[in-house]
């Protein structure tokens, strides 16, 4: 069933707040969940009379402005209980792809490594068999590539281990695989990347510190109604060997195919006037995805085409503590937006199972974010964090290369932590930093009094008196502060 209409918005109250109930799963009916725990201070509206801080009206400001859908709470007079979403376990959102030539495909990889004498004889079917069968590699990956390309890839990670044993430490273990297929060469235009990833942490160094960023500059901010690319990418369920824990995150990015739109519709509207998601969605994305989410990505696409800003939904899946949020937007909306949501994530302590990016014919794009806590975690439950998560999101959305969000540069104060102990700050600290530097490059690069009082003294008509204008103008003007300094003052006292 479609998702319903939301029946109000955000407004100050007694702090009693409620969500909109909605279930996807086929067959159930909306109903509340009285046990949950109350929003978090942070996320409850605050009464008329309370006093706000400067930073609070922006914020503010911004909500009323961008307001995403499906996210916005309403007043209570009852038991502050929340009504959550609800998406079924039966309901896995996209069906899980079986290659039937695995096994075959897994025969014929181990004759040609036996054969290329990279690995020795006795070591190739254990090698292999970790690989295909350990390793937990969605199917999407051996569906798609070749046997001499998996080939390789073993190889890769036979070497990786290797050079990990004669460190003698085995988080030294990285893994980074890639393959670009360019237009106009064989095999469907598209990337595939792997490399070794932590969950819940944004890599720093490494080939997962610059992967979701190259895939945001390369497919999905130039992404276009014409020449449009989709993304999934997955956590691998095992450890990479026996001796080592790391896990690898996999990412498999492909260009759209759309379907022509019918002679005798050509605005692919269904028969209520609005626009039919089967009409202008990709191939591969129809063959994958649930009619749950079918009908969830649907009724964001009618509420983004009647908007500006991003539409965000979150679900909870029953059974568990995973979170499941749907964000919606004009594409080309935004840039960057991507890999800043992977940071935003990771400094509330969460960490993704899967991620999918959909584009479609009408120019809407949908990312959807499987979210899990980190086990043993000292960070605030998901049951709170996710909340901020959903809107904060709509900040990112407006500013996703802030500076001061992304992990500080070399040399950063690092006593400036995180709960979840690594370097950063909250969107909301990261966004009035942000305003306080730009305010500061403003003022603080001026010429001043001084300069214009001279100016009116000499005769700017006198080549002599214009080169000595000119020459304390440029002085002046490297010699107060630049942006990087601002920069570094604010990184250097982040109690400001």
Known sequence: MSAPEPSGTATPNDGQVGTIVHTVADGDRPRLNPGHAPLSSTAVPKPQDASTSPLEDVLEAHERAAKPHRIASRTSQAAPNRSIFFISTISSGYTTPVFSGKLA???????????????????????????????????????????????????ALFGAKLLAYTKRDPAQLVIDLEKITEE???????????????????????????????????????????????????????????TAPQQLRCYF?????????????????????????????????????????????QDVMWNVEGRFGPVIEMFEVEGTRE????IGYKMGGTKNFFSALSDLYHFYGLF????????????????SLYLNPLPQSSAPPIESTIFQVIKEASLLYCLPENPFFRTQPTGA???????????????????????????????????????????????ESDAAHAEVLNDIKTRFREETYTRQSIMDVIFAHPDL
């Open 253 to 297: 990015v492909s260009r759209c195919e759309f379907p022509a739109p019918p002679a005798d519709n050509p605005k692919c509207l269904n028969k209520d006037g609005k626009t039919d998601i089967r009409l202008v969605s990709d191939k591969s994305f129809l063959e994958k995805a649930s009619e749950n989410t079918l009908n969830v990505y």
């Open 184 to 242: 106009g060469q064989e095999g469907k235009e598209g990337a595939v990347f792997i490399h070794t990833s932590e969950p819940g942490k944004s890599s720093t160094t490494g080939p997962g510190s610059q992967c979701e960023r190259r895939i945001d500059a390369r497919y999905l901010d130039n992404s276009t109604v014409e020449k449009a690319y989709r993304l999934e990418t997955y956590r691998s369920a095992g450890q990479v060997s026996q």
């Open 413 to 459: 104060d690092p006593s400036v932590i995180t709960p979840q102990g690594s370097l950063g700050h909250a969107v909301q600290e990261a966004t009035y930093a942000y305003c306080g530097w730009i305010f500061a490059q403003h003022f603080c690069n001026r010429l001043g009094s001084a300069y214009h009082k001279l100016k009116t003294v000499l005769d």
């Open 105 to 155: 495909q897994q025969k014929l990889v181990e004759t040609k490594l036996a054969s290329s004498g990279f690995i020795p004889r006795n070591l190739v079917a254990g090698e292999v068999g970790w690989f295909y069968e350990n390793l937990g590699i969605d199917d999407t990956y051996f569906a798609n590539e070749s046997q001499d390309v998996i080939a390789d890839h073993i190889i």
């Open 352 to 367: 993704s199972a899967r991620k999918y990016v959909e584009q479609f014919a009408n120019g809407v794009t949908i990312i």
């Open 323 to 326: 979170r499941r949020v749907v």
